[in-house]
C-alpha cells in the first residue's frame, strides 16, 4: 500500500482479512490507518522480494504519513510506478531509471486546473509541492529516465475534471522526442489500461 488515501488504501485489509494476502506499508502509512496485526513495515530503499519479484519503495513528496511508490523488477524487466506524487526530485528520477516501461501520474493540466470548478484550497492542494503531478512535470520527469530501451510509458491518474488524455499524451509525447520508440498509453479511471508487455 503506497499511502493511506482513500483510493489507494480502501478494500486492502478487506482483501487481507479474507485471502490472507500480505500487506506492506510504510510505518507511517501504518499509523495513519491503524493497520491491524500481521501487516508488514516497508522502508524506503530496501527491496520486498515476493516469489520472482523484487520491490524497492522509494520516498516521494505527497500529503500522506509517509507515502512510497515503487519500482517492480522481475529477472531483467523493471516497471516504475508513481501515481501520487506532489513533485518530483533527483531521488525519484534515479529511482526510475532503466524501467522498461513506467505507470506515470498525469493528474492535470495547470490552465483546467486554475479554470477549473474546484474550490481554491482544493486547487492549490492538487498543484502544490505536494499534491498531484501536472502533465507538464511529468513529461520533464519523464525527459528525465527517458532511454533508448524504455518500451512503455502509461498515463495515469488522470483527473476527470482538470485533464483530458489528450492533453498528457502530447506533453509526455514531447517529453520522448519524435525518434523514441516508447509507445505511449492512457490508463482509464474506470477500466485501467490494455495489458502491456514489456518481454
Known sequence: MTHEHGDHAG?????QRRHGTPVWASRGTCEAVAAPAGTRIAH?????????????PFAVSHDAAEPLQLVC?????????????????????????DCDALL????????????GPYPVWLKRRIGGARGHLANAQSADLLACCRHDALRHVVAAH???????PSLALAAL???????????????????????????
Do not use: K, Y
Open 11 to 15: 478494500g486492502v485489509f478487506a482483501l
Open 104 to 115: 506515470l501520474e498525469c493528474n492535470h493540466d495547470r490552465g483546467m486546473l486554475e479554470q
Open 73 to 97: 523488477r522481475t529477472g531483467t524487466r523493471s516497471i516504475g510506478v508513481v501515481t501520487d506524487l506532489g513533485e518530483p526530485d533527483d531521488a525519484v528520477a534515479r529511482a526510475l531509471q
Open 158 to 164: 488522470l483527473s476527470r475534471h482538470n485533464n483530458a
Open 44 to 56: 524506503a530503499g530496501q527491496a520486498l522480494t515476493i516469489g520472482a519479484l523484487q520491490l524497492l
Open 173 to 199: 509525447r514531447a517529453a520522448l522526442r519524435d525518434a523514441s520508440p516508447t509507445a505511449l498509453h492512457v490508463a482509464d479511471s474506470d477500466h485501467g489500461s490494455a495489458w502491456i508487455d514489456v518481454g
